[in-house]
């Protein structure tokens, strides 16, 4: 075992220990914070490099999963009782970690500059720092279990950075939201989770052929017969609930664009280029589930003529859909952040989708090309806020290209890479490979068309975005008030609630280009956002033999084969068309006023009103699944007032009534005939008493009379 | 370590601080509150020493005392620890101190006050070790009484009439049990535990009761049962399970803070414990009749608990419900254990899991929620009183060490694995899971409902725009801050090592699980 496999474990936990510490220090101590997060991931990336290399020199070796496992706990006798973590190093964690880490050093070093005037810069750097740790731990997870436990740290990152401004209202609502829809997904895992458990009796994914994932292990708790793949189906589903959740699939995708309200290196970081990916690795990292390869576990002497149904369908299906749906909501959005969050969601679609058709290495070619040019989209967006004093709305912006190149350059990159304009963007290669796994899809033909018209509208909404943005006149409606607002030195109470950096920032009013810590990992990235393209092409499909562990071989003549080719000309058709129908719209005619209806809303006002309030998932959330929440803690907080605890009031009363009772009984009852008895008695005796007073005299006076009564009585006769 | 009665000391310790303090009666206050913290960190001490000199690799019960107390009633004074004892002396011991340092600034009667304290730790302590019923019930129902009078004479507003419903409610309940084990001690002329597990493994408890006990015709399955019944009623209403809970959200929101700390940290788990401990070795057979009802109370317990915590606006009566809820996963644990599943090897190291699982749950959540307490107790310090859901508002902006702190706290109530309380809720789990499906589905809505209230108490107390009424709220002063991170930093540790826990407490469920296969 090499010392990169031994020492992996510090690809996550250097970055955690630095957030521990600046979690430590005073705000004060920025240049700490700051300086922890980004060297120890440098340290980290270069780590990542050395695991790279490793399993580059591994490639088409036999053992290109390098495992290591420790016990974490015991918790019954036996080897079954022993629960083991621990971490692996194969192809797809390496890729992986290189880009994580290399992405999140890029916009640490762009949040240098976004967040340099935040008063919680400090804490900013804990946050990304725990987060990129977390991250990192789910990448290299070799266990379920520690896989499970990276992805709630991820989740509760997320949460914390979301509300980074918790003094908004809306970010303390968005991160609220983001949690628990997650946490959703998040309970099918685990439920998942344990049943795995429970059925192979191990969450190691590998483990010398004892791993969950592993073909002995699988068809061992797997039997393959009539219901053996029910149980199999069930966890690869609730699993992928989990990583719904997660990569915001739909319905589960709520939470992703309000999840703009945080940072914008931490949309770019978060919730563009790892997290939100994290749960199209899972599918990837734990596709024997997903796809089960029932003739291997059925054994040689079996024939498995139709395999038994699996969760990939699902993943398809799920995967289109958001694609689409996604897509089209992002057309007529208005918030430059939000547009690329939905374009984010139907790109992870896209990622689900090529999972489901075409395995893992088309789902994560694109996972991978997406990160680069989504974090560069965003990157550039953030460059534009800034830019624009914290102003969201592509609508009162325009023109920008004049006064920001940069941005504009490498944001043009980014729209094109995202677009999938043909042959030099890396986009186009890992869109093309989707469609062309969907294409070949034995089940159905509709996830391709779905594929093909979300490719078109990409192409749509990004055109639209970038003429909104940085063609036709300035629309600066806000800035010339922010820069009223600055000459006459008021600051409304609102303006305090926005981002701590409006207000220290130079107010000239003017759009300005970003410091060139911001846009140097902008050129960056848009290189990358370039050249990743080839090394997924057809003609050299390095990356996916890479993921496979076979050595890639170079073959020019494959561009030519007519099923190729024919995809690549169709899609670089559609990629035309979206774009000159958003050209024709938007630049043709361009926007005149902030205020003026969006071109398409001239065109059908119903459909794109739709589309902008997002189809209304949001509200059909509000009026079914929170109001039944609300409803129902209403309820259970009812009946615990009044029946359980009425229950014991009516105990109670009735014992106090029947104490009452009691004591009626008692005292006008039993007290008062015994009284009443008591006092006749009494009275008898007083009177009898009397009697006896003690005075001779009287004694001798009854005496004397009754001695005369006895002598009359004789006399009379009386003793006969 | 048969030289030293080690249990003796743990339990006589504050009961002498205890009459010391009530005696002496001093009028210098600084001098009590140094004094009761003294027998509190004595205790601490010694049950620290048993945790250390306690052999985890043994199964046995450990510092066994025996000495005949009432020899004609069969009762012995026996004492001793397991795994399971252990865990929960360790938990009292740690609880009380913290439950000292926050009452620093109780100025009412202080000598009895801390008196009251400590003789509550001795009746914990006392449950914990004791091996006989007469001896362990003595102890059960001391620990009502200082716990009464603390309610009633230092709570809130409404702290009498909660007092007296704590009082009398659990107080029926225990004379349901104690009725139930005279009947069994008519039966079989014993009150040891271990003797009685015994019996019960080799079914003579249940002929037993049948030969002595012929009442109104019940037949041989319906007279144990009606037995276990009334065990069952008093720890139910001690842990409690729904429906027996409407005395805990009054009686933890009126207590004092000190007080709210003891009766959910420690107190709670008097009733888990009663359930390991009697029940689940007792009367297998019994829980196994009416498992389904049994697991429906433990679902319907954790799912409604946490909604009604979601409907709460008093931040007390919400971790109130919220602890109701905690505990519903031990008890469903606990029943899904008793499930028969014959010899089967995997399923029994199911059961192991979700042992464990329970028994880690119950120290977390003593940790966790006397924690929690304990910061809405300094946030009602520092508001006067005021401790409603809607009262505060963006406190993150002035007191962010607090605030930082109590999501801490918070998030490992909510089971954020990395923290403490992930670690039982997974083993549970895992182990339920097998044994019951259906239940365990249902049981993660709980998981699900928590995360909601929980965020809601973030979302409203810490987030949004600052409540100007609280501008000059300040934040935890030094004391405060080493007072909370000394339970913090064990919420980590065991987050991340559980071993630490795991390693003491697997011989005694193992071997828990293996008596339950007869």
């Known amino acids: 075992m090499t010392w990169i496999v031994k020492n992996l474990w510090l690809i996550p936990v250097l970055p955690m220990l630095a957030a521990g510490l600046s979690a430590l220090a005073p705000q004060r101590c920025r240049r700490f914070s700051a300086t922890l997060a980004i060297g120890s991931m440098v340290v980290s990336f270069l780590l990542s490099l050395c695991a790279f290399a490793h399993t580059l020199k591994q490639c088409g070796h036999e053992a290109a999963k390098e495992v290591f496992n420790f016990e974490w706990l015991r918790f019954a006798a036996g080897d079954a009782g022993i629960l083991k973590l621990g971490w692996v190093i194969d192809p797809l964690t390496a890729v992986m970690l290189v880009m994580v880490t290399f992405v999140g050093l890029l916009i640490f070093i762009y949040s240098l500059g976004y967040m340099a005037h935040d008063e919680n810069f400090t804490r900013f750097f804990t946050f990304l720092s725990l987060f990129a740790g977390a991250m990192l731990g789910v990448v290299i997870a070799n266990s379920l279990l520690l896989l499970f436990i990276s992805w709630e740290l991820v989740g509760l990152t997320s949460y914390l950075l979301i509300g980074f401004w918790y003094h908004k209202p809306s970010a303390a609502a968005a991160a609220k939201k983001a949690f628990i829809v997650t946490r959703i997904g998040d309970l099918g895992l685990l439920l998942g989770m344990v049943w795995l458990y429970s059925k192979t009796g191990t969450l190691l994914f590998y483990d010398n052929g004892t791993g969950c994932l592993e073909t002995s292990t699988l068809a061992k708790a797997f039997p393959f017969d009539d219901f053996g793949f029910i149980p199999l189906l069930g966890i690869a589903l609730l699993i992928f609930i989990g990583t719904m959740g997660k990569s915001g699939q739909f319905p589960l995708h709520v939470w992703l664009p309000d999840a703009m309200e945080g940072p914008t290196p931490v949309s770019a970081l978060i919730h563009a280029a790892t997290m939100v990916a994290a749960g199209v690795f899972l599918v990837a990292r734990v596709f024997a589930l997903m796809k089960p390869d029932w003739s291997a576990m059925a054994g040689p002497h079996t024939l498995v003529s139709l395999p038994p149904p699996d969760a990939t369908v699902v993943i398809t299906w799920i995967g289109a859909i958001t694609a689409v749906f996604a897509a089209l909501i992002a057309v007529a959005q208005n918030d430059i952040k939000r547009i690329l969050a939905y374009s984010t969601i139907s790109q992870l679609g896209y990622m689900m989708l090529g999972l489901g058709v075409g395995g893992v290495a088309v789902g994560m070619f694109h996972l991978i090309t997406h990160a680069f040019f989504k974090a560069l989209l965003f990157m550039g967006a953030g460059s534009v806020i800034h830019g624009c004093h914290e102003d969201q709305d592509i609508r009162h912006m325009g023109g920008l290209r004049k006064s920001m190149p940069v941005t504009f350059a490498t944001y043009a990159v980014g729209m094109m890479a995202l677009s999938g304009v043909p042959i030099f963007f890396s986009g186009f290669w890992s869109k093309d490979e989707i469609l062309h796994a969907a294409h070949g899809w034995s089940v159905s033909r509709g996830p391709f068309y779905l594929g093909v018209f979300g490719a078109l509208l990409t192409a749509f909404y990004m055109t639209r975005q970038v003429c909104y943005v940085f063609f036709g006149n300035a629309r600066n409606s806000r800035r010339k008030e922010a820069h009223s607002n600055a000459e006459c030195g008021v600051r409304s109470a609102e303006s305090k609630l926005e981002t701590p950096h409006v207000v220290s920032y130079k107010e000239n009013g003017a759009p300005h280009e970003s410091p060139a810590v911001m846009t140097v990992p902008l050129v960056v990235l848009a290189a990358f956002a370039i050249v990743l393209g080839f090394i997924g092409t057809p003609v050299w499909p390095w990356f996916q033999e890479y993921l496979s562990g076979q050595p890639a071989t170079f073959d020019f003549g494959k561009l030519f084969q007519w099923e190729i080719l024919s995809l690549l000309l169709l899609s670089s058709v559609v990629v035309a068309v979206g774009i000159v129908a958003g050209l024709w719209f938007y630049w043709l005619t361009p926007v005149g006023k902030a205020a003026e209806a969006d071109a398409l809303e001239r065109v059908r006002p119903d459909v794109f009103g739709v589309l902008r309030e997002k189809f209304f998932v949001d509200e059909i959330y509000e009026a079914t699944v929170v109001r039944f929440n609300v409803w129902w803690a209403w309820v259970c907080d009812w009946l615990d007032r009044w029946v359980w605890d009425g229950a014991v009031r009516l105990i109670s009363h009735l014992v106090l009534g029947l104490s009452w009772l009691n004591r009626f009984i008692d005292e006008f009852v039993v007290n008062l005939g015994f009284d009443e008895g008591c006092r006749r008695i009494s009275r008898g005796g007083g009177l009898l008493s009397r009697l006896q007073n003690g005075q001779v005299q009287n004694y001798l006076r009854v005496i004397g009379v009754a001695l005369v009564a006895l002598v009359l009585f004789l006399i009379w006769g009386g003793g006969k | ?518």
């Open chain 2, 1 to 518: 370590m048969n030289g030293i009665p080690l249990i003796t000391a743990l339990t006589f310790t504050p009961l002498i601080g205890a009459v010391v303090l009530a005696a002496m009666n001093f009028q210098n206050k600084e001098l009590v509150r140094r004094l009761a913290l003294g027998f509190g960190i004595v205790s601490l001490l010694t049950a620290g020493l048993v945790w250390k000199l306690f052999d985890p690799a043994s199964v046995e019960l450990q510092f066994v005392e025996r000495h005949a107390w009432i020899p004609t009633l069969g009762v012995d004074y026996f004492v001793g620890v397991d795994g399971l004892g252990l865990l929960l002396v360790l938990l009292t011991a740690i609880v009380t101190p913290m439950a000292i340092l926050v009452s620093w600034k109780i100025e009412k009667n202080v000598s009895i006050y801390f008196s009251l304290v400590l003789f509550l730790q001795a009746g914990l302590f006392g449950t914990f070790t004791a091996m006989n019923f007469f001896h362990w019930f003595i102890f059960w129902e001391l620990s009502l009484v200082p716990a009464f009078f603390l309610i009633k004479l230092w709570g809130g507003p409404q702290r009498s009439p909660a007092a007296t419903q704590f009082f009398i409610y659990t107080m029926a309940g225990s004379v349901a049990m104690l009725l139930a084990f005279l009947g069994i001690y008519l039966a079989t002329g014993t009150f040891d535990f271990i003797r009685l597990a015994e019996l019960a493994r080799t079914g003579e408890l249940a002929s037993a009761l049948n030969a002595k006990l012929g009442w109104y015709g019940l037949t041989r399955e319906q007279l144990p049962l009606v037995i276990f019944a009334g065990v069952f009623l008093g720890l139910a209403v001690k842990v409690p399970l729904i429906p027996f809970h409407t005395w805990l959200p009054t009686t933890y929101a009126e207590a004092p803070t000190a007080t709210t700390m003891l009766l959910t940290g420690v107190m709670s788990k008097m009733g888990v414990y009663g359930f390991l401990r009697l029940l689940l070795p007792l009367f297998p057979e019994q829980m196994r009749m009416i498992l389904t009802p049994l697991l429906w109370l433990a679902v319907i317990t954790i799912i409604f608990s946490a909604s009604a915590a979601f409907a709460q606006k008093d931040l007390k009566r919400m971790l109130a419900y919220s602890s109701i809820n905690h505990l519903g996963y031990c008890l469903l644990g606990i029943f899904a254990v008793a499930k028969f599943t014959g010899n089967d090897a995997v399923l029994a190291t199911e059961k192991a899991a979700a042992l464990n699982g329970v028994f880690l749950q119950m120290f977390n959540h003593g940790l966790t929620a006397a924690t929690l307490f304990m910061f809405v107790g300094f946030l009602e310090q520092r508001s006067g009183g005021l401790r409603g859901l809607n009262d505060f508002g963006g406190l993150r902006k002035i007191a962010p060490v607090f605030c930082g702190l109590m999501g801490i706290a918070l998030f490992s109530s909510l089971g954020l694995p990395g923290l403490n309380g992930f670690v039982g809720e997974f083993l549970i789990f895992k182990g339920v899971f097998p044994l019951a499906p259906w239940a365990a589905g249902l049981s993660v809505i709980g998981l699900l409902v928590t995360a909601i209230f929980i965020l809601t108490v973030l979302q409203r107390v810490f987030n949004g725009p600052l409540n100007e009424k609280w501008s000059n709220l300040p934040d935890l002063t030094l004391t405060e801050r080493a007072l909370v991170v000394a339970p913090i930093v064990p919420m980590f540790v065991l987050g991340l090592w559980p071993r630490l826990v795991l390693d003491v407490i697997t011989p005694t469920v193992v071997r828990m699980v293996e008596q339950l296969r007869f």
